[in-house]
């Protein structure tokens, strides 16, 4: 059975960095395709993050988070990563891993494989 688990969420003052984790397991597979870092603070939507496609080879970020988060992978793990930088208290939310449905895709409603989601908080 596929299970999402993202970890390396906390607490972090502004301009400070979190590196998050997001292991797929149980699905074999999952190197065929893309994998999505999603955020949903209080009160607000679920807005896209970043993107990899299957291989690696193309990436998106949304402009919010654009030249301060980096998304990687490793496909012989099974595990993306989204290392951020210079957070700000904009960037508190808690923060979901999701498994796309073709090797690139940024539509939310290609994203059919989530994990429970860690909680980051940017404050003083």
């Known amino acids: 059975q596929l299970q999402v688990v993202e970890s390396g969420g906390g607490l972090v003052q502004p301009g400070g960095s979190l590196r998050l984790s997001c292991a797929a397991s149980?699905?074999?597979?999952?190197?065929?395709?893309?994998i999505g870092w999603f955020r949903q603070a209080p009160g607000k939507e679920r807005e896209g993050v970043s993107y990899?496609?299957?291989?690696?080879?193309?990436?998106a970020y949304a402009d919010s988070v654009k030249g301060r988060f980096t998304i990687s992978r490793d496909n012989r793990k099974n595990t993306a990563y989204l290392q951020m930088s210079s957070l700000k208290p904009e960037d508190t939310a808690v923060y979901y891993c999701?498994?796309?449905?073709?090797?690139?895709?940024?539509?939310?409603?290609?994203?059919?494989?989530w994990g429970q989601g860690t909680q980051v908080t940017v404050s003083s």
């Open positions: 999701a498994i796309g449905r073709n090797y690139w895709s940024t539509q939310l409603g290609d994203f059919g494989s």
């Open positions: 149980g699905f074999p597979f999952a190197y065929r395709y893309t």
């Open positions: 990899i496609s299957n291989d690696g080879s193309i990436t």
